[in-house]
């Protein structure tokens, strides 16, 4: 009896250690760079060896981001042994070296495969080939897999899934699992412990509004479809709203500034998809702001929710560790919005720590990088048309 008794507990304490080092893997929402946004397939290790040299470089390394992603369109076919082949003209030095240099450069290596039989772009999909794909994947060193589904026959989205992590757990190699479903069905119902994020939406597009047939969103849309998504986030699993398109030329200043904010607001993985090897200072100062990244690592781990909704002026709010409260005000019109605003008018009901009618709170500009007054008096600021004001609360 105390023999069963005994087993049971290493077991269940094993799992539990198991899982913590899943959920381990991404702790806070994972930061890095992925090639799709900027150059589609056009991928070759000259481009992500340039690309890890620009991470360090510029300062995106030391400001966070340390994965580097190669999408789709890596792969080329199967050897007789069914071994994945990665494109011998664009990847000379073949995968292993390139993941050598991506981590003698204090980066981790991701690269892309999809649950189908094929990739988006027609390459060799894992289906029927996950447990080699992933064995591979560990001797190349990978640390991140990002897991399409075109191409799915009809596959159980969820088993499609499983299969992979279960594939990846097997391999040895810890490697977070970024699960990319679109969020037909509902990934952010099944996806945690399975991967580590998941995909909320279709593709974005670099627009602050724009939709297309195939399904493509801007910015905004997808802002929309996270907002009943928050319970679903938390340290280890995130929503995912889609890779930035900060600085690759679509968006203004301040419509770039707002899908920063709100990325870092809704505990998003940050994966910049811009070309980093020239990144001008405009671009620099929104990709590496401290108070902004920090407000999207913090440890509590949860995502911002939309507490008042005012048609098309909008305020999210996102709870943070020691206390804080990171507060995002987002005007979605054409023209500035004139903020007057009384603190205590509204309540932040779902904030437990903070009472701003009790307490006294500091509140901090986190693009101006300065105290702006505190919650005593009336925030009256112009919030710039399709422009936010950002700011963290703080006990005085
Ligand atoms: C899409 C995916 C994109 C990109 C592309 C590559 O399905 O959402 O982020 O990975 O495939 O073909």
């Known amino acids: 009896m105390k023999k069963k ?11 539990f250690t198991y899982s913590q080092e899943f959920t381990d893997l991404a702790k806070t929402p994972p930061m890095g760079w992925n090639s799709w ?7 070759s290790e000259k481009l992500i060896m340039g690309m890890a040299d620009a991470m360090v470089k510029s300062g995106m390394r030391d400001a966070g981001y340390n994965y580097i992603v190669i999408d789709d369109c890596w792969q080329i076919g199967r050897d007789n042994s069914g071994n994945i082949i990665a494109d011998p003209e664009r990847f000379p030095s073949g995968m292993k070296a390139l993941g050598d240099y991506i981590h003698s450069k204090g980066l981790k290596f991701g690269i892309y495969s999809c649950a189908g039989s094929k990739t988006c772009q027609s390459r060799p999909g894992s289906r029927g080939y996950q447990f080699q794909d992933a064995k591979k994947y560990a001797e190349w060193g990978v640390d991140y897999l990002k897991y399409d589904w075109c191409f799915d026959e009809g596959q159980d989205a969820k088993s499609a899934y499983k299969t992979m992590s279960d594939a990846l757990k097997e391999s040895g ?26 995909r909320t939406t279709a593709d974005i597009r670099d627009c602050y509004q724009c939709t297309f047939d195939w399904g493509g969103l801007g910015i905004l849309d997808i802002i929309d479809k996270q907002a009943d998504l928050w319970k679903y986030a938390g340290p280890g699993h995130w929503n995912d709203p889609d890779m930035l398109e900060v600085g690759n030329g679509g968006m203004t200043f301040d419509e770039n500034k707002t899908h920063f904010s709100m990325w870092s607001m809704l505990a998003s993985p940050l994966m910049a998809g811009n070309d980093l090897r020239d990144l001008d200072p405009v671009t620099a100062q929104i990709l590496m702001n401290k108070e902004v990244i920090a407000v999207n690592q913090d440890a509590k781990g949860q995502q911002a929710r939309r507490f008042m909704d005012m048609g098309e002026y909008e305020i999210w709010a996102k709870p943070l560790a020691d206390g804080k409260v990171a507060v995002c005000f987002l005007n979605r019109t054409n023209t500035v919005w004139n903020l007057n605003y009384d603190w205590k008018k509204q309540t932040m009901y779902f904030v437990e720590e903070v009472n701003i009618r009790k307490q006294a709170y500091d509140v901090r500009d986190v693009w101006e990088h300065k105290s702006i007054g505190n919650t005593e008096s009336k925030l009256v600021k112009s919030i710039p048309a399709h422009g936010v004001l950002m700011v963290v609360l703080s006990k005085k």
């Open 37 to 43: 946004n900027k150059f589609g397939c056009d991928v």
């Open 173 to 198: 190699r810890p490697m977070v699992f970024s699960i990319c479903e679109w969020g037909g069905s509902k990934p952010w119902e099944w996806g945690e412990g399975i991967g580590h994020l998941w």
């Open 5 to 15: 008794f005994l087993i049971a507990l290493l077991l269940a304490q094993s799992i």
